[in-house]
C-alpha cells in the first residue's frame, strides 16, 4: 500500500464515517493486489469494512480480519468483515508478519501500569515479528494530546509518518488525528535500545 459524534460504549470510540472517507482517499494499492487488512479493537467492523470497499474500488482484493472484545459488537462485526475473533487481541493467532495494513482505534484511556493504553496496544500489536509486515501501512487514530506519549514509539519502529487531524467539523468535539507510518524492518522496542546504550558505556 502507498502512500467523538458517537457515544462510548464500553471503552469503544466509533470513528466518524465522513472521517473515514477522507482516511480512504488516502489509501493507494496496485490493481489486483491482495491486501490482508487488521482491525484488532473493530468494534462493529463499520471503520474496517468502509476501507476494504474503497480497496474494492480500486481493483484490489482485500481480506477484512477484526478482532472485538465485547460480544454483541463482535456479533455484529461477523457481518461485515471475513473473519472476526470474539476476545482482547492477545488471542488473535495469525501467522508472523501476515497483515500489509493495520487500523488501530485503540481504548483511550491509563492502563494499570501507569502508561497510557493506547501506547500499549500500539507496543504490542506493532512488536518485531507480529502482526504488521514491514513496508505495511498503520493507521493509528488516538486523541492528539497521546501523540506525545507515543512519539518515540512510533519514530523508532516506522517510517514516512504522517499525521492527520479530523476536519474542522468534529476536531472540537473529539481532538482527534490519525497517524499513518510504514513499519520499519528490525526495529524494536526504544526501552531496550535504552538499556544496551547504558550497558555500552558502563
Known amino acids: 500500500m502507498a502512500r467523538i459524534a458517537s457515544q462510548s460504549q464500553g471503552g469503544f470510540y466509533a470513528t466518524p464515517p465522513e472521517e473515514i472517507a477522507l482516511i480512504c482517499n488516502r489509501l493507494k494499492v496496485k490493481k489486483g493486489s491482495s491486501i490482508n487488512m487488521l482491525d484488532p479493537c473493530c468494534g462493529e467492523g463499520e471503520a474496517l469494512k468502509q476501507m476494504g470497499d474503497h480497496l474494492i474500488t480500486l481493483n484490489a482484493n482485500p481480506l477484512m480480519y477484526g478482532v472485538e472484545l465485547e460480544e454483541n459488537r463482535a456479533e455484529a462485526a461477523k457481518q461485515l468483515l471475513n473473519k472476526v475473533v470474539k476476545?482482547?487481541?492477545?488471542?488473535?493467532?495469525?501467522?508472523?508478519?501476515?497483515?500489509?495494513?493495520?487500523?488501530?482505534?485503540?481504548?483511550?484511556?491509563?492502563?494499570?501500569?501507569?502508561?497510557?493504553?493506547?501506547?500499549?496496544?500500539?507496543?504490542?500489536?506493532?512488536?518485531?515479528?507480529?502482526?504488521?509486515?514491514?513496508?505495511?501501512?498503520?493507521?493509528?487514530?488516538?486523541?492528539?494530546?497521546?501523540?506525545?506519549?507515543?512519539?518515540?514509539?512510533?519514530?523508532?519502529?516506522?517510517?514516512?509518518?504522517?499525521?492527520?487531524?479530523?476536519?474542522?467539523?468534529?476536531?472540537?468535539?473529539?481532538?482527534?488525528?490519525?497517524?499513518?507510518?510504514?513499519r520499519m524492518k528490525g526495529r524494536g522496542d526504544p526501552e531496550k535500545l535504552k538499556v544496551m546504550k547504558e550497558r555500552l558505556i558502563t
Open 87 to 182: 476476545g482482547g487481541y492477545e488471542t488473535l493467532r495469525a501467522s508472523n508478519e501476515v497483515f500489509s495494513f493495520m487500523w488501530l482505534n485503540p481504548p483511550y484511556d491509563l492502563a494499570r501500569n501507569g502508561n497510557r493504553m493506547e501506547l500499549n496496544f500500539l507496543r504490542d500489536l506493532t512488536a518485531p515479528n507480529k502482526y504488521l509486515q514491514p513496508g505495511g501501512l498503520l493507521g493509528f487514530c488516538i486523541p492528539h494530546h497521546v501523540l506525545a506519549d507515543c512519539a518515540q514509539l512510533l519514530a523508532y519502529r516506522f517510517e514516512d509518518i504522517r499525521v492527520y487531524r479530523f476536519t474542522d467539523k468534529n476536531f472540537p468535539v473529539f481532538k482527534q488525528i490519525v497517524v499513518f507510518g510504514y
